[in-house]
């Protein structure tokens, strides 16, 4: 079982729908939970940064982190054409040797159609 | 404020010749990683680097792969002699975060493109 699993999608939807992206992990140790957007020939911008289990709301973007059932999300919400890019989540444990390593996961492609 | 700069952004080699690619950093940033990117996964880390001393080469190949990072700013990642298995978009990326730390946002750069034919 790998560390962090994501769905690699493609997810199509039409501009302004509810986006709902996830990913699960079973390294119980990670505490710091990450979205990058990575457009096409690009490198990975960071979207969304969280500490442990709750809610942080930035814009249309909201990234929930679900610890008990090792599961997060983020949801876009009034979804547009620019966002039409990889999501990919990241997630790091936070203390000790190599608590600074980023893992993540394979990325999910979303497509939002005008 | 500049961002992570790489160069080249693409580059085509038949396998076991050697390639270079070049990262700078952005300025201040005292951190830096290289990370490689097969199609279709998110990125690996390879090397990390605190100013020019190496703080995790675990992922690293070292068989082929080598990096540097002189006067720790800019680094040079290198893979002699590429394989086929090597294609892939190589990353990098830096942050401000010192040993220790326990907040950091890794930027990354656009990434350089390795085709091994």
């Known amino acids: 079982q790998k560390e962090v699993e994501q769905d690699p999608g493609p997810l199509s939807v039409p501009e302004g729908a509810i986006v709902s992206l996830n990913c699960t992990y079973s390294n119980s140790a990670f505490q710091y939970f990450m979205w990058y957007r990575q457009y096409s020939r690009k490198g990975p911008e960071l979207l969304m940064y969280?500490?442990?289990?709750g809610n942080k709301e930035d814009g249309r973007f909201t990234a929930q982190v679900d610890k008990s059932s090792k599961y997060i999300s983020l949801f876009i919400r009034d979804s547009q054409p620019s966002d039409s890019a990889t999501y990919l989540c990241a997630m790091r444990s936070g203390s000790g040797a190599g608590s600074y390593q980023l893992t993540f996961g394979k990325g999910t492609k979303l497509s939002v159609i005008p | 404020e500049a961002g992570v700069a790489q160069s080249p952004r693409y580059k085509i080699i038949e396998k076991r010749q050697s390639v270079a690619f070049w990262c700078n950093p952005i300025?201040?940033?005292?951190?830096l990683y290289w990370y490689q990117q097969i199609l279709g996964q998110g990125p690996k880390l390879l090397i990390q680097?605190?100013?020019?001393?190496?703080?995790?080469d675990s992922q690293l190949p070292k068989d082929r792969f080598s990096a540097e990072r002189l006067k720790g700013v800019d680094s040079t990642l290198k893979i002699q002699p590429a394989k086929l298995e090597d294609s892939a978009v190589y990353l990098c990326?830096?942050?401000?975060?010192?040993?220790?730390?326990?907040?950091?946002?890794?930027?990354f750069g656009p990434g350089t493109r390795l085709t091994v034919l």
């Open positions: 969280t500490y442990s289990s």
């Open positions: 300025s201040g940033h005292a951190t």
């Open positions: 680097f605190q100013n020019n001393g190496v703080v995790d």
């Open positions: 990326a830096s942050s401000l975060e010192v040993w220790g730390g326990v907040t950091d946002t890794q930027y």
